[in-house]
């Protein structure tokens, strides 16, 4: 493992932190147990908003649903962010993880020019390969979001054959320039979030879900299947069943077709 991280702490300083801006710590390092429960302890720390933290490799990182997150080191690069949007009703947090999804796809598009779109909530998935997932916690009156962006991952290296990375669709994006245009993208889309827009529109221009036919699995049912129709005001997905409408505001999604 090298000594020095392979993303650029001092460019991305250079790009994200200023007066008005969103972030303003950036720290990044070869290695760490899992950069969102660095930042979660942090948080309860009394850390500020705006502290990000990167990292080359996690030794003990986690998914969504207590899964575990693993890559080779220097393949896929890890990112959390520490938020503290006070202001905001809890109702709307449901959104964070979809606008942090939305966020990664555009930037993702813009910095490797590949053709990204999120499945809701927010796996960040390339022709229907996951290219990045996303797990968003809530500590106390802080949101961790935390963004696993597989970069260089070879096929014999995918977790899952649905699996793909930045690599594998041809780009050869430098990792500090993706870590960069995602956290200003993520800088744009928590703005408007903020501003309590109405973000559905927007959402479902960049979300493959929807229009779909799709399987939602939560931990305790079978899969409901249905025709996803597009999201509601909380960010629930809505789905036309053979029972009528359901909003689901959590699950696994599969695309059926
Ligand atoms: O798809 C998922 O299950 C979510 C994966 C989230 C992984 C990221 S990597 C950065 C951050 N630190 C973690 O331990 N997990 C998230």
Known sequence: MPDEPLVDAARLTRALTGPGRVFTHVRCLPTTGSTNADL??????????????????????????????????????????LLRPTDLPLERWLWLPLVTGVAVAEALRVVAGVDALVKWPND??????????????????????????NTTLTDEQLPVPTATSLALEGSTADVTDVVGEVLQALERAYRRWLDDDDLRFWFAQRCSTVGRRVRVQQSDTQGVDGLALGVDEWGRLLVHTSLGERAFAAGDVVHLR
Do not use: N, Y
């Open 40 to 81: 979660a302890a942090e948080a309860v720390a009394g850390a500020p908003s705006g502290s990000v933290l990167v990292a080359d490799h996690q030794s003990t990182g986690r998914g969504r649903f207590d899964r575990r997150w693993e890559a080779p080191p220097g393949t896929s690069v890890a990112v959390s962010v």
């Open 124 to 149: 960040v998935l390339i022709d229907d390969r996951k290219v990045c997932g996303i797990l968003s916690e809530r500590v106390d009156d802080a949101a961790v979001i935390g963004m696993g962006i």
